[in-house]
């Protein structure tokens, strides 16, 4: 563990601006999974917005900046607050929904947070795009790859150590029993509806600091890299890297932000191949990278970590 | 907005509906054959309406027997993805399930985009045909026939599902696998079964639908108005899904009249949201009420 | 002493990366490196597709005559997914990791724009062909040119003044679908109509790319009678909506935008598209009766024999002309090409193109706009034919440039 700390701290040094530049969005998803993998993998709670609520979290604080003149920090905040409030505005009359259901409104969300986008071009710049400013933090302009990726880094740091320690919060025992059973939660005297729309609104917190960090980094964005092929990917990270660990979310975004960049090779049947290796991934590991190191460990092949 | 426009929209209101309705028929059955989203649906739609193609410009058989081979190799396309990749991992947890069916819409949808690419490919019906005028009014007459299918599929499927031992078996399975099997029933030929249904349904509705849109790579994507129809006919009624897909096409047509395009998008997703706070059954659904 | 063992080893990494020079990178004794990018995967994968195969012939061509200075052009071809982060990481591997001279661009607006910072930082000199952004020739920047597709209001110019003129048409119809290029064409050709002509289209409707039934916006179009119907879509969506159009009884012409100019537009509308009318990029579209098209034709068919129908396609065409002028400008610049020589070269081309199946490209030391020129033509027994048509009006594009 403290190896692998050390090697995403010093790595960069060797790397050059695209291996850079695929580190920084691996710290992105990094943090949009973790805040997924709380609402779904711990709450059980289908979303198929969650690239809506980074839409957001990228729009907000980019237009905060372009038009107020606020510096990157107090605009990211912002944005990740935006992003929370809409996931708590959505989280409140979506609680009595599960499965299905649920899964129907948020795609509705999505849809028309994707409309909302398109129809205001003066603002956000519609299909066209928006250019997003370099961050400028406490006075000084991140300028370098370098700087920006620790900064992302720092990020991601602290993300998953707030999700892990809500994990095993009060709200996280909250969270895995609203999952299980519903019922039984609501027979302990746990809130379904509070703890439905606090998973919701944390969730949408993540993804938000994970768009406004996703928009200066790339420095552009347009409504589509916001639609529902990125919010089934970030599904896909959380169920590949093994639903409900916040492990398995890091690595699961880590592993398959990298894969496509790997697949280059494959030209146009870079699509075709992504997909196959992703079904090869479910049937041979059907509870995600961390069951399969759960079975390793119970077979005594491999040693546990410390971290759930 | 005089009568004679506020007529011509409601047809073709009806008539866009009519392909709604479909599909989300193509969506609702294997959902109440199998319990399980489907989210290779819509692609289940294009290889169908692909597989007419291929056949329809290879050999020289009468549409008929294009169609009726379509739904069979269709099915058995659905038989084989059961059999490959659904059974080894149905004890899987369920999102397991919905990123797999993904994944095989996705491998679908690339595997015939590198064949055939995004070229829109035209798609000849025996019935389709010059519009038919009913006073200053105008309807294409290949919706009709949508519509007649829509009523045969219907009819013939609900008595499937209420009548025969085989379609029971199927609800039964849908509603809850460990208890079907308590009662004897061979829950993997059920799934089996399920999904030959899915895509030979999808076949149908790209056939159908095929002579009125063309064939391309992305003719999936009407899968998202279906998700609607199918939400306000309530997800379980077969008969509810095709009044929600004729209203919803109706109600899109008025408020892309009256609106502009902008509501006119917005429309389906906004009573999409209402009705799944408000009335999630959906018009014609049962209770969603689970018993404890 | 391990801690200044990293220490030393950190730093010679980071020199090693300064070290790379700029403005020879790419180019080697033998060889030339050429970076290109473009969707292939995806629903704009024949954008792309047809963009990376057409360059690979033209490279194929010109290394079989010699080469440029007796090196080999060598192209590095990367997929942006038709995504702007996908296209930056696209830009970011083709400079950093494959060390290419110069970049070819066949990437749609989004991707092209996603990767401007980046590449005006990085000093390469950037050819784009397919893109019509504004971005890439305004404001100014001396390393991005712009070589097929042409600036947007010159769309706007040229389709004004074809419908005003040639199809006579005082009154227009003009429905747009809600996507980059529709929207730009749909505002440019409102904008010219107004400065130029003085008129406004007598209705101005919307439909979302991915529509089926255009009744309601058709039925607004009939209301308004105009003499003509101006449709900027894609083909599927041109399909249904003139089929439906003339179900109900419309019957005006129609002009279409430029991504109908194409085969795939008519094997989908068939009928429906006799008689309508547009813009094309190129002088020739495939599957024309010219000659020389026809030998090009034959010429890729042996270098792809097994690609699918619609194939070569415009961006095949376009990708192929294109090339062969960055390849003349790399001629230009001299037996040791640095990116300084190579952008005066380009500067210095004055109507060049490879054959009669491409436009000419000019550029200047005031502005990097390759292509002002548009093809006028018609749909005749199922085939875009040329029109015999020129715009006289003289264009104000390059008046900001002076």
Known sequence: MLAAAAALCVAPLALGSYQLYLAQLMMINVIAAAGLNLLTGNCGQISLCHSSFMAIGAYASALVVIHTGLSFLPALAIGTFAAALLGACLGYPARRLSGLYLALVTLGFLQLVQILIEEFPELTGGVRGLSVPKPQVLGYAIRSDFTLYYFLLGAAAVAVFLADNLQRSRFGRAFNAVRQSAFAAQALGIPLGRTKLVAFAVAAGFAGLSGGLMAVTVGFMDPTEFGISTSLRQITFIVVGGLGSVTGSVLGAVLLTGLPEFLRGTQEYADLVYAAILLGSLLFMPRGIKGLLDDLWSLRLVRKPATP | MTWQIAFQLAVSGLSVGSIYALVALALVIPFKASGVLNFAQGEMVTLGAYIGLVLSTSLPLPFVAVAALTVIIAGAFGVLIERLFIRPIVAAPEFTLVIATFAIGLIIKAAIRLHWQDNTFPFDAPYAGPALAVGPLRVNPSYLIIIACLAALVGVLVAFFRGTKFGKAMRAVAIDPRAARLMGIRVESIFMSAWALAAGIGAIAGLLVAPLIGINPEIGQLIVKALVAAVIGGFTSLGGAVAGGLLLGVLETFCGAFFGATLKNIVPFGILILLLLLKPQGLFGGSLQQRV | MRGKAIYAIALGALMGLGGVARGEQGVTGTTIEIGAFGPITGPAAYIGLGGRDGANLAIKEINAAGGVGGRKLVLHFEDDGHSPTK????????????????????????????????????????????????????????????????????????????????????????????????????????????????????????????????????????????????????????????????????????????????????????????????????????????????????????????????????????????????????????????????????????????????????????????????????????????????????????????
């Open chain 3, 87 to 402: 296209a930056l990481a696209a830009v970011k591997k083709l400079v950093d990791e494959d060390h290419v001279f110069a970049i070819f661009c066949v990437a749609g607006s989004n991707g092209t724009i996603g990767s401007i910072d980046y590449v005006k930082e990085s000093g390469r000199v950037m050819y784009v062909s397919f893109a019509s952004a504004p971005g890439v020739t305004w404001p100014f920047a001396r390393n991005l040119f712009r070589g097929g597709t042409t600036e947007v209001p010159r769309y706007g110019e040229l389709y004004a003044e074809f419908i005003a003129d040639q199809m006579q048409a005082q009154k227009v119809a003009i429905m747009s679908g809600r996507e980059e290029y529709p929207k730009n064409e749909g505002d440019a050709l409102t904008k010219q109509l107004q400065s130029w002509f003085n008129t406004t289209p007598v209705v101005r409707v919307e439909f979302n790319i991915g529509d089926k039934d255009f009744t309601s916006q058709l039925l607004q179009v009939q209301q308004a009678q105009p003499q003509a119907i101006a449709f900027f879509g894609n083909p599927a969506e041109a399909a249904i909506a003139m089929r439906q159009a003339r179900e109900l009884g419309l019957n005006q012409p129609f002009f279409v935008g430029v991504t109908m100019v194409d085969q795939n537009f008519i094997a989908a509308a068939r009928q429906t598209a006799e008689g309508a009318s547009g813009f094309a990029l190129v002088p020739l579209l495939p599957g024309s009766d010219d000659a020389t098209l026809k030998a090009w034709e034959a010429k890729w068919k042996q270098e792809y024999p097994n690609l699918p129908a619609g194939r070569p396609n415009i961006f095949d065409l376009l990708s192929y002309g294109d090339m062969y002028v960055l390849a003349e400008g790399l001629k230009r610049a001299g037996p040791e090409p640095t990116t300084d020589k190579l952008i005066g070269a380009l500067e210095g081309i004055k109507d060049y193109r490879v054959s009669v199946i491409a436009t000419p490209r000019t550029f200047t030391p005031k502005h990097h706009i390759g292509n002002l020129q548009l093809v006028a033509m018609q749909v005749k027994n199922g085939q875009w034919v040329p029109m015999a048509w020129e715009g006289k009006h003289p264009s104000d594009i390059l008046k900001r440039y002076q």
